[in-house]
């Protein structure tokens, strides 16, 4: 029987509409367990709130505000974008790491992001072998992007499929009205720099190229832009209408973002307007269609309250698993989703070595991607269909939904020194 | 007792999550005075429906499409943006009007829409009258813009007003996770060229200026680019982060639309870019301040899976009253909301004569806007809160809602003529 320990949390990236959830699942779990696990003290601002020594104690927090969090989205502790450099390059912060830690007596490092969370997670659970000072590495995966490697799909994804999926059936029967006389050609623009799952999740919202969305722009495929005006042209001469979904990370055969169209504005400043613009502009250039665009951009991630059931028991589990894997004495492994089958769907949680999860991403494969290009194929909605599956739909209170804003007391410092990011 | 007449039924105009619910309210209240009324045909596309002969019999779909209805977005039979002229100008399309409902025995027009097409539905209402031909027209009111007079609110308006508080509510909680280390300002433009209405809305997201969001743009209200810009300067220091939501009909003071900025781009089109990035571009280049945008544009307005319960049920009551204001012998006016108070909120279904609606547009009152001018009132929080209560989640199947899309059977043209438009 090991000593007791502190255990630190933190949340990393860009947030989700269930990392929460995860918190969620460390908390309870490590409530369960007061023999083994102290308190869980949360990093404000993910790592930053380590190396800064700017930690929440969540044992001041009730079990109904920590319940609460299974169902409120954003990052409830604060994230960030900060990735921890090497151990030659920056001993510095490895050191004052340690220093945190054994100051609060921490003896659990659960870390909740992506890529390069994993990648940070991987550096912190070294310390043990390099550094000689003991502590178990767990990394939570969370990610919209779904690029994580091992894992069959990425907590928070779900939700934001689903988000974009129901939008896309929402917003196409809206534009389908209006065609005769107004709006033809609707873009909707959704997040996904690298991989286009997102885009591709937009493909559930109709049954095939006859169904909305017509047109799916993934960053996997260069952008054939004759290609696409014949595909904008003949859908409006079939169905008077054609929407297209269109990832952020859309590019040209040479790499350039679509984004990055090289419009300047009256100024000549560079133009900041969204690949949703340059696209719709295209349009209305090439075939003068009348058109609409719209930016789901955050509204996408923090969604919440059209969350996917499967991603938030999965968000919980991965985040519950942690603890108990930890307490079980893993070290640097990230805890996984195993897919058993896909109809009926069955998933379990699995956990890979961290050496295999830092800085790999996971590009959507080609035989997700319709020949054509435009679309997606049986075997990705094969994929993505229970991924989307289930409502959990967040408690209201007039109208509105109930979020928690946590108590954030923060953990008393005991180092007498500050540490400069 | 007049003898058996059929009806008319069309929508026209914008759609919004719920102007089905009214259809599903007319349609399912017609079927119970089969004694009275005969078929209710729908004009494809609105009022061109019935100039071209071009109906749909809803006789042909089953109770459970009907019903179904009731929780679909966009517009069943087709919307349209076409509004009818003066019968002075334009003899020959009232000429056709009643020639259409004279082969088709319709004796019912019920028109479902906003100021233009409660014009419209005006002018059919005094066929009667000025052409000496029977026909009980009544206006079945919708809009998002809430921007029609006498009735307290409008159909469409409590379902778009829920949407923006609960994006605006969780995108904030993303935006103040990331703060830190990431985007400051986030800025969402919504809907409301002429009224704030909408925008308002996102008022409910926090309880005053100190929460999200931390300031709103009016289309009623000047823009005083130094004041806001203090204002996202001081919300920056204060919270680490501000949210901004815009109407898409802020302008300057002198009438100018931001949107309109003039800006061009690399090849001196016009500019198509929104207001959000218009606002956008201004934080950044005052401020330096890295910011995210999103454009709610059509989701907004077609999101029936965050529909406002109150807004579905008066939906449909103001279609289901139309036909039964019909049948008691009204012709020239429009079913009504009246509030009968605030807390706890009771309303009922009253009726108001056409003269009095027809192009007359509601503005929000001065003493909705915080003196400010950056947020809402506890007056304006006291009107809009009941109309965003309740949620009426559609049914779901895999995942995503279960939206109806019906057979649209034509009705077999009578008339050897055609109508050109």
């Not at 059936?169 to 065609?179: F, I, Q, Y």
């Not at 502009?281 to 719209?294: E, I, M, N, P, S």
């Not at 408690?395 to 109930?402: A, E, F, I, K, Q």
Request: with cysteine; hydrophobic share 40%; charged share 20%.
């Amino acid at each position: 029987m090991t000593a007791k320990k502190n255990a630190f949390y933190a949340q990393s990236g860009g947030v989700t509409a269930v990392i929460n959830a995860s918190a969620c699942g460390v908390i309870q779990t490590a409530r369960k367990h007061r023999d083994r696990i102290g308190k869980v003290y949360a990093g404000r601002n993910g790592i930053i709130g380590a190396l800064t020594e700017d930690m929440i104690d969540t044992s001041r927090e009730s079990a109904r505000a920590i319940a609460a969090l299974r169902h409120t989205p954003g990052g409830a502790f604060g994230s960030a974008r900060y990735k921890l450099k090497g151990l030659d390059e920056n001993r510095a912060e490895y050191q004052r790491l340690i220093e945190v830690f054994k100051a609060h007596n921490i003896g659990y490092f659960f870390y909740n992001g992506g890529g390069d969370s994993a990648d940070t997670c991987y550096k912190v659970s070294q310390l043990s072998k390099t550094m000689g000072f003991p502590v178990q590495a767990i990394h939570i995966p969370k990610t919209v992007d779904n690029d994580l490697p091992v894992t069959d799909n990425c907590p928070g994804f779900g939700s934001v499929a689903k988000y974009v999926a129901v939008s896309t059936r929402e917003a196409a029967m809206d534009v389908a009205s209006m065609a005769r006389t107004s709006t033809k050609v609707f873009v909707l623009e959704v997040m996904g720099r690298h991989a286009g799952w997102i885009a591709a999740s937009a493909g559930l919202a109709g049954s095939g190229p006859n169904e909305p969305p017509h047109i799916i722009l993934f960053p996997e495929v260069p952008f054939n832009q004759p290609a696409f005006l014949r595909r904008v042209k003949r859908s409006v001469a079939d169905h008077e209408y054609c929407v297209v979904v269109v990832s952020e990370g859309a590019r040209y055969r040479d790499g350039r973002f679509l984004a990055d169209a090289g419009t300047t504005d009256a100024f000549g400043h560079k133009q900041l307007g969204g690949v949703a613009q340059v696209v719709a502009q295209l349009v209305r250039d090439a075939l003068g269609f009348k058109f609409h665009y719209a930016i789901a951009d955050y509204l996408q991630r923090s969604a919440r309250h059209i969350a996917s059931a499967t991603d938030a028991k999965q968000a919980y589990a991965v985040g519950k698993s942690a603890v108990e894997l930890a307490l079980a004495g893993h070290n640097s492994i990230m805890t996984t989703i195993v897919r058993k089958s896909d109809r009926p769907y069955r998933w379990s949680i699995g956990e890979a070595p961290l050496s295999r999860v830092a800085n790999r991403e996971k590009m959507m494969p080609k035989r997700y991607i319709r020949a054509d290009g435009f679309g997606i194929t049986a075997a990705c909605r094969r994929y993505l269909a229970p991924l989307v599956r289930g409502e959990d739909y967040p408690p209201y209170t007039d109208g509105l939904p109930d979020y928690v804003t946590l108590k954030n007391v923060p953990v008393a410092k005991k180092l007498r020194t500050k540490f400069v990011l």
